[in-house]
T-cell receptor, first 116, second 110 residues
């Protein structure tokens, strides 16, 4: 039973446009969310995170939005570049619940292709 | 910068062999993790360790064991490799909520 869902396995976007990757979660105990990027044959790299006390976090071209009532978060990449082509994973944890927060719960990933 | 290294990038083994995958981190992190990644299945947690000699099963521990004798080193052991263990294996260590990954080991079991 997937507690973190990325319903789009793939996404294709034109260079320079906005990429929006979506993530839904079911566990209301999750209070910290992370996005990772993964290139083929490499380990995932941490991209950006957001705590449930915020609804937006921005880092350069990357912005994550959190809608707690809808249990939904999204990653916006503006403008998209060909080097952004990768698999993006959403992850969540009940960070405020000490003792139960050691693991991250992962989505299955969305493969983003940014076309020149 | 956090550095997580894995002993091999590519490994080819035969069915029934015992396989050791080693992971070392240089940031004194207490928590370390082993995942496997397969197409369409995302990252699946095999085992994790929250302290030296402490371990906990993840979602798919069958066919695997782990060893954490020193804080910086976390080893994944395939007791008797099988073809369905052909996969990309990823090690990570944790600082606060973020996990930092090694480059991965692509294991092929023939």
């Amino acid at each position: 039973d997937q507690q973190v869902k990325q319903n789009s396995p793939s996404l294709s976007v034109q260079e320079g446009r906005i990429s929006i990757l979506n993530c839904d979660y079911t566990n209301s105990m999750f209070d910290y969310f992370l996005w990772y990027k993964k290139y083929p044959a490499e380990g995932p790299t941490f991209l950006i995170s957001i705590s449930s006390i915020k609804d937006k976090n921005e880092d350069g071209r990357f912005t994550v939005f959190l809608n707690k009532s809808a249990k939904h978060l999204s990653l916006h990449i503006v403008p998209s570049q060909p080097g952004d082509s990768a698999v993006y994973f959403c992850a969540a944890t009940p960070w405020g619940n000490a003792g139960n927060n050691r693991k991250l719960i992962w989505g299955l990933g969305t493969s983003l292709a940014v076309n020149p | 910068d956090v550095k997580v290294t894995q002993s091999s990038r590519y490994l080819v083994k035969r069915t029934g062999e015992k396989v050791f995958l080693e992971c070392v981190q240089d940031m004194d992190h207490e928590n370390m993790f082993w995942y496997r990644q397969d197409p369409g299945l995302g990252l699946r947690l095999i085992y994790f360790s929250y302290d030296v000699k402490m371990k906990e099963k993840g979602d798919i521990p069958e066919g695997y064991s782990v060893s954490r004798e020193k804080k910086e080193r976390f080893s994944l052991i395939l007791e008797s490799a099988s073809t369905n263990q052909t996969s990309m294996y990823l090690c990570a260590s944790r600082s606060r909520a973020e996990q930092f990954f090694g480059p991965g080991t692509r294991l092929t079991v023939l």
